[in-house]
């Protein structure tokens, strides 16, 4: 990293403090040096890509939870809209975890599997990942419960915010969906979920909080999935005690939501209030 200090230093008279302070962090959090994430940055500007502060849906949750396992969206799509996210599998097959640009799945008999760019979901949740703020926090769950914390650091309810947590877990607690035939509803589906925990544990949270008022679109509240450092456990998150770590928060003001084109989607009846179904499945 002495290098890449010594390049950060010469950027101090073209570039403000923010801007310095997000790259050394993001350099911090990737493994990328701070030259190689000014040069994607740039291409992707002069080639007019520019990444969109957008939380991407493949489709609107209320699908998945009247059944409807199996679309057309490949892993090579998903990445267009995102490096970070989480989501699920053809046939509810696992727990989908997103983090810097590989996916991982995590299946009901504990493991967890690399992903092929042609493997296909029902549903996904990603954004680019380019925090606004970052705290680092050590034992913070002493003082008061995990959501609380959560709930002190994001400014509105009424927004979108993508959030990963980075560090040492005291205990996490999580469960995966297993594979389901489609068309089962999805509070069918995960009412004999396996549950794991573990303690003592470095990884990653990813996951997004969501506005309630947009629960037809996505799961309302936090969301969140759990991925450890050597990626070999996870699931999604049910609660956790967080030790040392680091909260990176992005505020999103923008959603996309794709709609799938295929003939179950279309001819599905999306009216039903599911509320009650999705809290269930997801707690």
Known sequence: MDDDQENLSMLVPFLPQDLLN???ISSERTGCSAMNLIEKALREFLEGTPRNNAVYLSTPINALVE????????????KKHGDFGLGTFNFLDGE??????NVYQIRSDGNVYQVKDDEKSPFVC???????????????NNSRGFYDLLNSLIPSENMLYAIRID??????????????????PLVEATKNQPVFE??????????????????????????MHFLSEDRQHGGHLIDCILGRVRIGIQHVPKLDVGLPVTLDYLTADLTRDVGNDLDKAEH
């Open 22 to 24: 997000r790259l050394r």
């Open 67 to 78: 059944g409807l396992y199996v679309e057309n969206t490949t892993m090579a799509e998903i």
């Open 96 to 101: 989908m975890v997103l983090l810097d640009g």
């Open 126 to 140: 990603v954004t680019f990942f380019n925090p606004d703020t970052i705290d680092d926090l050590e034992n913070s």
């Open 167 to 184: 560090g040492s877990f005291i205990h996490v607690k999580t469960r995966v969906v297993p594979r389901a035939e489609n068309y089962t």
């Open 198 to 223: 573990f303690h003592n544990m470095r990884g990653s949270l990813a996951g997004f909080y969501t506005p309630r008022f947009m629960e037809s679109l996505n799961a309302p509240g936090y969301h």
